[in-house]
């Protein structure tokens, strides 16, 4: 027979799992966001009190991340690269694409998100944050990004003849 855990064990040491409610002033700091400077205060997180684990419990996620989108959007400051990938995954969309979108070369993409280059330009920065709230938005904005993204991508158009007019193939 399995022994059922305790809710108020941890699961890896064993110890002693206590909740407590997060405050402005003993914020928990949410670094699964893949950000360093995002802290949630008016949640619950269970923290052992042997080996320190927390995990928190995040109501309406994706009502935080469209939060924090709004947050980077607007910011006065240029968005740095871990503000660029989360901008871009919460978004949906897939480096290549993002970067085709952006008119820069992935790998270009790839070092600023990774800290290896400072920031994009501050057309590009503009342009990084008009797409990804506009794609952060709604699938329909979204599936016209990623349908540009793939036309620029190919670097082609074709063009279709109907009833004697021209028009673009979808």
């Not at 799992?17 to 949640?43: C, D, F, H, Q, W």
Request: hydrophobic fraction near 40%; include cysteine.
């Amino acid at each position: 027979m399995t022994k059922i855990q305790d809710r108020n064990q941890c699961e890896l040491c064993g110890g002693t799992v206590v909740v407590r409610k997060t405050t402005a002033e003993r914020p928990y700091r949410y670094e699964m966001s893949g950000l360093n400077n995002v802290l949630l205060a008016g949640i619950e997180v269970r923290e052992c009190t042997k080996c320190g684990t927390a995990v928190p419990i995040i109501p309406r996620l994706g009502e935080l991340h469209r939060a924090i989108v709004k947050y980077l959007v607007f910011k006065k400051d240029p968005l740095t690269g871990k503000e660029i990938r989360f901008l871009r995954k919460n978004a949906g969309l897939a480096s290549n694409r993002f970067a085709a979108l952006l008119g820069i070369d992935p790998a270009h993409l790839s070092r600023i998100e990774n800290g290896k280059k400072e920031t994009l330009g501050a057309a590009t920065d503009k342009l990084a944050r008009a797409i990804a709230g506009a794609a952060s938005d709604g699938d329909n904005v979204r599936d016209i990004l990623m349908e540009l993204a793939a036309r620029i991508e190919a670097r082609t158009a074709t063009f279709r003849l109907r009833q004697n007019h021209w028009d673009l193939a979808a």
